[in-house]
């Protein structure tokens, strides 16, 4: 069956059965379970970034309007996914060794280790404001732990999801990793199936309307491009939450959520303010799940942290930002009519202090700062996802706890302070997917690091080895011999050996030798 419209073959839920079939049928072969196979799989990879960066740089640039740098260090794996793949390939075979484990005196005598095994046949969902490194880093933790993987790029990047797929498969094992492009109907095709895993991150396009939403899901129904339009992704991850549990799997969600900044007045501001503004409009303009979503800060010292952030913004911008070759431009032209609606509404467009200009044609908005935005606002109640920046009011900065814990919790939090106690209250009070002190989104880069969110910001983590757990199965092994086998676990069941069983689950050895000898407890 072809297309009329594009000619060519329609991906509908068959063709997603008959795709989930075919990478079971390599996985029941063993081939994804070598340590051959996923070592080819990471160095291909890695050459794939080095023979293509162009063409990457280019994808992107199409896409988002992004800076090469940016592309580059932050965005294409170019830097960050070079490095995930060659801590993969350097740590893999370690992380494949079983784990031994202690044994009690219940098993006598025994030996016991924990077994990373492939899960098997995983879906990743990827977004569009990191198109490359969100498609690919969760691969490089699937092929590492042995699994076949379908890549589900964001449509709202199209020209990233085009290259992917020719990638992929020019440079990878097409008969165990795939990429599936299109939009709500190709997702809901995959989504109806039974992966053994699901990773979703960031923003897709959705349903217009609410009731239709429980519908995308069915095979029962054909759902038509004109009822889709973009929706906040933490309602996405509830209706790829809701397939998953049709069969019951497991997922990692990877979301966002309003990420606050707590700037103290105790500090070298002009770092301050550069980290702030690499972390908000530095990471694609602030369309970044990570990026500062709002600012806390002493009402007696806003203002001159705004000054701070008016000059700094000049010095990387210029006087005019729309001209800038610096920053990413609005994605597409829903999600600036959205950005426009936050900064338009009555209560929030007089509070704008320094930007606001728009260029609806190019989809570029300045560098934006609101301050002393009403809590009631959309802007403060909705994530941006954009270059604006609210600026909250507090009396004492100790207030800034009650003002993030009043919300969900974000992916990230930030802290600039030289105030060792400030830090340590962040850290005890504060729950976020990742804190970062004196700095904003920079945990991103550490593999050490688990990279994942709490409640509303998502759940599950990944990066280096937090990847390959992800998507590993961690299988407990007990060995025991034909010797000492224990006679108190067989009928018939007296006292004594109810004794004896008590004192081995204890652990007791004085506890055992009582029991043998028939004394009861003191």
């Known amino acids: 069956m072809t297309s009329e419209v594009e000619n060519k073959p329609v991906f509908c839920t068959e063709s997603a059965k008959e795709l989930v079939k075919e990478l079971r049928a390599s996985v029941a072969t063993g081939k994804t379970k070598s340590y051959e196979w996923r070592l080819t799989q990471l160095n291909a990879m890695v050459k794939m970034m080095e023979e293509e960066e162009p063409q990457i740089v280019a994808a992107l640039h199409d896409d988002l309007s992004k800076p090469e740098l940016e592309s580059s260090i932050y965005e294409a794996a170019i830097a960050m996914l070079k490095n995930s793949c060659r801590l993969a ?3 893999m075979k370690h992380w494949m ?3 031994k484990a202690k044994t009690s005196l219940v098993t006598f005598p025994s030996s016991a280790e924990i077994v990373s095994e492939p899960l098997g046949v995983v879906l990743v969902i990827s977004a569009w404001n990191y198109p490359f490194l969100l498609s690919l880093d969760p691969i490089v933790g699937a092929i590492a732990a042995g699994n ?3 890549l589900k790029p964001s449509e709202i990047a199209p020209a990233t999801s085009l290259l992917l797929a020719r990638l992929v498969a020019e440079y990878l094992d097409s008969s165990c990793i795939k990429v599936v492009e299109g939009a709500v109907p190709e997702t809901a095709a995959l989504l109806e199936q039974k992966w053994d895993k699901i990773l979703y991150t960031g923003p897709c396009l959705l349903l217009k309307h609410q009731g239709l939403v429980s519908l995308a899901l069915s095979t029962e129904i054909s759902l038509q491009r004109e009822h889709f339009q973009i929706l906040g992704n933490g309602r996405v991850a509830r209706i790829v939450m809701a397939a998953a549990a049709k069969h019951l799997t497991p997922v990692v969600m990877e979301l966002g959520g309003k990420c606050p900044v707590i700037v103290d007045s105790d ?3 002009q770092v301050a303010t550069r980290r702030i ?3 908000k409009w530095g990471c694609n303009n602030g369309q970044a799940c990570i990026s500062p979503d709002y600012i806390i800060t002493m009402k007696d010292y806003a203002q001159k942290l705004i000054d701070s952030f008016k000059c700094e913004l000049e010095r990387f911008y210029g006087k005019n ?5 610096d ?4 994605v597409n032209s829903n999600h600036f009519a959205r950005l426009s609606k936050l900064l338009d509404e009555d209560k929030v467009s007089s509070k704008i202090i320094h930007g606001g200009e728009r260029d609806k044609e190019n989809l570029k908005i300045t560098p934006t700062i609101l301050l002393d935005v009403p809590r009631d606002s959309l802007i403060m109640n909705e994530e941006i996802f954009g270059p604006l920046l609210p600026v909250f009011l507090v009396d004492k900065v100790e207030d800034s706890f009650d003002v993030i814990n009043s919300g969900t919790k974000p992916l990230a939090a930030y802290l600039f302070t030289n105030k060792k106690k400030l830090k340590e209250k962040f850290v005890a009070t504060v729950s976020a997917g990742g804190l970062v002190i004196n700095d904003t989104t920079v945990h991103l880069a550490e593999p050490t690091l688990p990279f994942g969110g709490v409640g509303d910001s998502g759940m599950g983590a990944y990066h280096g080895k937090f990847s390959f757990d992800a998507f590993s199965h961690k299988k407990a092994v007990l060995y025991r011999g034909f010797a000492c086998d224990a006679f108190v676990r067989y009928p018939p069941y007296t006292r004594g050996k109810l004794g004896l069983l ?6 007791s050895i004085l506890g055992i030798i009582r029991a043998l000898l028939g004394w009861s407890r003191a």
């Open 267 to 269: 500090i070298n501001l």
């Open 327 to 330: 920053l990413s431009r609005i």
């Open 148 to 150: 076949a993987i379908v």
């Open 502 to 507: 008590r004192a081995l689950f204890d652990g």
């Open 89 to 91: 390939v350097k740590n």
């Open 97 to 99: 060794m079983p784990e």
């Open 277 to 279: 503004i690499a972390g």
């Open 321 to 325: 930002p729309l001209e800038s070759k």
